[in-house]
Structure formats: structure tokens, C-alpha cells
């Protein structure tokens, strides 16, 4: 099940009640931008589920843009911070499979809003801010290292390579499964997937 664990990046006890107002915003930011997309999320909208006036949001972001770039930032550091304990949780030559089964599974399929957002969002990116390109980006990229530290050559030039086709295949994979109307269809993309890069010995 690919579930997106919470990663606070402050400690509330320490926090002033800005910065945890500031924390709360980009929660919601992070779950509404995989929902509704970025064109689809809405200042006004975000500000009234964080339980906040519209008018407050100009005290904690500048612009709508680095609001989406942080939210995009923290929906990507929790899809890494969940592949690296599902890796962590078993051993590791079951750390890679363990990870593919988890991303490609029905349930993670079904929870946009609290899953991977480059499946949820990767086709709205070109039309983005830089900076919130440059968050995800760099995201994207911790993916990737983290599936070629599972892999048995890692560190071996085709361990990266090797890496680029696993994520890509597991993005592209998910994107055509929550695109689709055909129920079979959908499992059918995910089980392909599934079955190549992860498969189990018979």
C-alpha cells in the first residue's frame, strides 16, 4: 500500500505559531495540488481548508507560485521518505520489489491525493514556474536515487540507467491506470508493470 507517511520538518515544540501556521498551509498545499492538480488548486481554496482567512496568505508566501513550489517540494520529500522505509523495512534484496509492489498496488492507485504526485502531476509540469519545476525536479531525481540504491550493481553505470527505466515505467504505469475508464484495463497496466519489474518466482 502506498501510503504517504506525514514528515513534519519543524519541531512544534520550538515552532513559533507562524511557522506552524506556515507548516499547515503546505500540508493541505501538498494534498490539494495531487488532487486537483495544480491549475486546480486555488489560494482561496487552500487557505479556507487550512482553516485560515484568504487574506492571511501574503504573510506566510509571496506569490501563489513559491506556494506550489513548497507544496510540490513536500508531496515529493514524502514519497521519498516512504520508498526509503519501505527499503529500510525489509531485507534488502527485497527492498526494490517491496517498493514497486507498494507504488503499483490498487490502493496507492486510488489514493491520488496522499500519493506519489509525480503520477499525479507530472503531465502539468512543463506548464509550471520554474521554481516549482526546480522543486519537483530535484524531488524526481531523489526518486530515482533511491530505486539505484536498491539495485544489485549499484554504483555500476548501468545502475542508473537501470533506475531511469524502473521509475519511468512505474510512473507511466500509474498515470495510464488512474487515466483509463476500463477497471480491467487499469489493472491490466498495473499488473504488467507489476510482473516486469517485480516479478515473483513461480
Known amino acids: 500500500m502506498m501510503v504517504i507517511m506525514k514528515t513534519p520538518s519543524i519541531n ?3 515552532a513559533s505559531r507562524k511557522e506552524i ?8 498545499a501538498a494534498r490539494a495540488i495531487r488532487r486537483s492538480g495544480y491549475d486546480g488548486t486555488g489560494v482561496a481554496d487552500i487557505m479556507k481548508e487550512a482553516g485560515l482567512t484568504h487574506g492571511g496568505f501574503y504573510a506566510h ?11 510540490a517540494d513536500r508531496a515529493g520529500a514524502e514519497a521519498v521518505a516512504l ?10 534484496e527485497d527492498a526494490l520489489p517491496s517498493m514497486v509492489r507498494a507504488y503499483l498496488s490498487k ?8 500519493g506519489c504526485p509525480v503520477s499525479a502531476l ?10 516549482v519545476r526546480r522543486a519537483a525536479t530535484r524531488r524526481i531525481k531523489e526518486m530515482i536515487d533511491v530505486i539505484a540504491r536498491q539495485l544489485p550493481d549499484w554504483g555500476q553505470p548501468g545502475a542508473h540507467e537501470q533506475a531511469l527505466v524502473t521509475a519511468a515505467t512505474m ?26 519489474l517485480a516479478p515473483t518466482d513461480v
Open 171 to 196: 510512473v507511466g504505469a500509474m498515470v495510464l491506470a488512474r487515466a483509463v475508464d476500463d477497471p480491467k484495463l487499469s489493472e491490466g497496466f498495473l499488473e504488467a508493470a507489476l510482473k516486469k
Open 83 to 92: 520508498s526509503e522505509h519501505i527499503a529500510a523495512s525489509v531485507p534488502p
Open 61 to 71: 508566501f509571496p506569490s501563489r507560485e513559491v506556494l506550489l513550489a513548497e507544496a
Open 21 to 28: 501556521t506556515h507548516e499547515r498551509i503546505v500540508e493541505v
Open 122 to 131: 507530472g503531465s502539468e509540469m512543463p506548464r509550471q514556474a520554474a521554481v
Open 107 to 114: 490502493e496507492h492507485c486510488e489514493d491520488v491525493e496522499n
Open 12 to 14: 512544534r515544540k520550538t
